[in-house]
């Protein structure tokens, strides 16, 4: 098998290298306060073994520490509940660091192994942080973080922790990213910026392979809906990529209907697919997030135009819900099957409890549960009307 990178948008291929983040020619078309242009797709051309999971690097060079792999299961009494026999939550709470992120830091993290890099930089919301700092750890690496200063607690912890550094950045999320790829093209350091890097949309993909697997041991048939929340856009775009891979590995016969589940506070990608504009035009300006549910907290979506395209060509759909909705999804689903979720995971709930009455009670419907409820309590505690 020849691994590669290949540009959705103009087709040309790339060295899977050190220093190689974006598409040179489309990267040129970048405009200010925009989705990154020029992100880059992980390819493959030879025959691969249908049974396993196709990654671009090598097993040996995956760090010791035990990355996805999580359950999917039943919640028996959501679905007697709200009459969804066939509703599942796949739990990446369980994830070393205690969130989806896991699965992107692990394959970036064996990259840099395979190719003799010592220190990773990255800016993040709270979860891509203590999730590279923690795989870091496992692996070796140095890490070093750019976080908003109002980051969770939990979070800033967990990464100080697992020994990474610590970069508090006074403004928002977005002038944290700006500020990391600053330091990193100066240095020369290795970027997980999500996106940017394309092996953190690669990394997610393996979620994909493990439901399918997962369902079909349970004598269940194809997943019919994702729900999965959103923020930038690299999950739903890993999502993506995994059901690609397995309908031409010939394991699906379709691609699910994914349903993309933001904030009304932060929900650049539903506006987007809801104009009738195309490309950076469906964006427009970025408008200033405001929402609880931080990991989802982004004025500009770095993915949004590569999610977009996606979420446009396989009739993927988008919901916005409000702070109170996600409050009230994320008590109902801890106290309806024993799942305490962060509000950013909780929105996917949100966002299917609104929808439900929609879906054919047959339809097998995935809730991808991305976060613990344990990394942000001060938000849980707002959602029972206490202090914290
Ligand atoms: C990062 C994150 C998301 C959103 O992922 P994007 O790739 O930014 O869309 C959702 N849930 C949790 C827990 C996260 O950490």
Partial sequence: MKW???CPACGADYDIAPGRYLCTTCAKQQQQDRPLAGVLEV????DADPRSLPL???PQWFAPIPVGQTPLWEPQRLRDQFNAPRLWLKDDTCNPSGSFKDRASWLVAAFARKHGIKEIVLASTGNAASSMAAVGAAADLRIKVFLPAKAPLAKRIQVLQYGAELIPVGGSYDQAFDLSLEYSTRTGSMSRNTAYNPLTIEGKKSVAFEIVDDLLRAGSGEPDHVFVPVGDGVILAG???GFENLLRLGRIKNIPTI???QAEG??????????PLDGNDAFGDPVPSSTLADSIAVDVPRNGLHALGKLKKYAGKAIAVSDDEILVAQK???SGSGLFAEPSSSTAFAGWLKVRQSLAADEVCVLLITGSGLKDVAAAARGLGLEA
């Fill in 4 to 6: 590669f990178y290949r």
């Fill in 43 to 46: 390819e493959w051309e030879g």
């Fill in 56 to 58: 671009p690097i090598e």
């Fill in 239 to 241: 999502v993506y990529r």
């Fill in 259 to 261: 349903w993309a589940c």
């Fill in 266 to 275: 932060a929900s650049a990608i539903a506006r987007a697919l809801a104009s």
């Fill in 332 to 334: 109902a689903l801890a």
